[in-house]
């Protein structure tokens, strides 16, 4: 397991799966299903304990939230900034949260979650995150965002 022991002095303005305002925010905790573990800044869907999670994409249609940020989250083997397979992982629910966008967005723009789990605002094959929307926009795939989740 990697261990990140050192921080920089200046965080960048943004970085994935950070809080991006002071908003009013709904987080709740959940325990994570999938093995290795869910990285910061994804989506997650619902799994099979009542208060699991299990990273979204194919098969998984029940989206709960994104998982937020967590400079306690220990990793593991292969995705060290994650919350580990067992662990509970804090999931905004409400609020607004850096995350990759998978192509170019626009403010306003619906967001998606494809089978693999990253976000877009292509509808076709993907699934609908209800209630979210892109509040910035990008101009190429893999910038990030703030995804607003109301």
């Given at each position: 397991m990697a261990l990140q022991t050192n921080y920089p002095d200046i965080q960048p303005a943004a970085i994935e799966g950070a809080q991006a305002t002071m908003l009013p925010a709904t987080?709740?905790?959940?325990?994570?299903?999938?093995?290795?573990?869910?990285?910061?800044?994804?989506?997650?869907?619902?799994?099979?304990?009542?208060?699991?999670?299990?990273l979204a994409g194919t098969g998984a249609t029940k989206l709960v939230g994104i998982t937020l940020l967590d400079r306690s989250a220990v990793g593991s083997a292969g995705v060290p900034d994650s919350f580990a397979q067992r662990t509970s992982a804090r999931v905004i629910t409400k609020g607004d949260i850096w995350v990759a966008a998978a192509v170019a967005v626009k403010?306003?723009?619906?967001?998606?979650?494809?089978?693999?789990?990253?976000?877009?605002?292509?509808?076709?094959?993907?699934?609908?995150?209800?209630?979210?929307r892109w509040d910035t926009s990008t101009t190429a795939a893999g910038q990030l965002a703030v995804v607003r989740l109301g």
């Open positions: 987080i709740i905790s959940r325990n994570v299903e999938t093995a290795p573990g869910i990285g910061f800044g994804r989506a997650v869907a619902q799994g099979a304990a009542d208060k699991g999670i299990v403010a306003g723009d619906p967001v998606y979650v494809t089978a693999t789990g990253t976000f877009t605002n292509v509808a076709t094959d993907n699934t609908a995150f209800t209630g979210a």
